[in-house]
């Protein structure tokens, strides 16, 4: 059973110690949480646990116990049951650790430090494809550029998007009004490709352009290519293009000259193993 205990810190602010039931073996812990908190607040802790309690701080840390009101049992409210806490959303490894910035996208520095420079040199394409397996951050490179793009803390376009603005923090979610998320697998037809360049045509609502995001793009029916060609060659001036996929062979010899390919390589295995020792 996990119980939430709330300890008085010295600057009257709570500090938050999450208490878990454990069994006597456990007690060594006790005794560690002991020795951070002092031993009145240990012994009242544990006297409000179902079980011996083991407490791990949560946060920047446990005031001393005679700056936390001497440690007193008096000092404690009631404990907090796990039914009558709010419940944070779980957010998967892949999604909490997903890259933000060009630097971040391992494996595929070279891919980054290019459109960077496109960046800096005001060299941006109207239409990319990034092409190879899953899993190597060819979405996530995406949204990279789409928020480089279009960040509004910068008068222009930028390498280093501030990841705090509306667009930016939209666009890391994946619902922005004028970066537009499409998959291919099951927009393919002529008919969704259609809508695309009808509205492809009006102004972007906020951000500085309107960028399209299509992943699995050789999912795209031969119709739905052909409908895109026109566009594609000669978009909008605040129209930008950006297309995924894991099979580039199956893309139109016609599509692909009017795009810039990168070809993303498997992310190599030391470079994962360091990547993941950073957290």
Known sequence: ETRLLYLPGGDGGPRRLLLVGLGPKDEPDLERFRRSVGAAAAEAAKARASRVAFALPLGEGIAPADQAG????GNFPDVIPRSERPLEPYVVLARRYRPRTFEEVLGQEAVGRTLAQAIETGR??????????????????????????????????????????????????????DVIEIDGASNRGIDEVRTLRENAQFSPAR?????????????????????????????????????????PQMVPATILSRCQRFDFRRIPYYAALQDVSRW
């Open 207 to 247: 951000a500085r352009l309107k960028i399209y995001i299509i992943d699995e793009v050789h999912m795209l029916t031969p119709g739905a290519f052909n409908a895109l060609l026109k566009i594609l060659e000669e978009p909008p001036a605040h129209v930008k293009f950006i297309f995924a996929t894991t099979e």
């Open 70 to 73: 001497g440690g007193a049992p």
């Open 124 to 177: 941006v394409a109207h239409s990319y494809l990034f092409s190879g397996p899953r899993g190597i951050g060819k979405t996530s490179m995406a949204r990279i550029l789409a928020k480089a793009l279009c960040c509004l803390k910068e008068d222009g376009p930028t390498t280093t998007p501030c990841d705090e603005c509306e667009v930016c923090l939209s666009v890391t979610k994946g619902d922005d009004l």
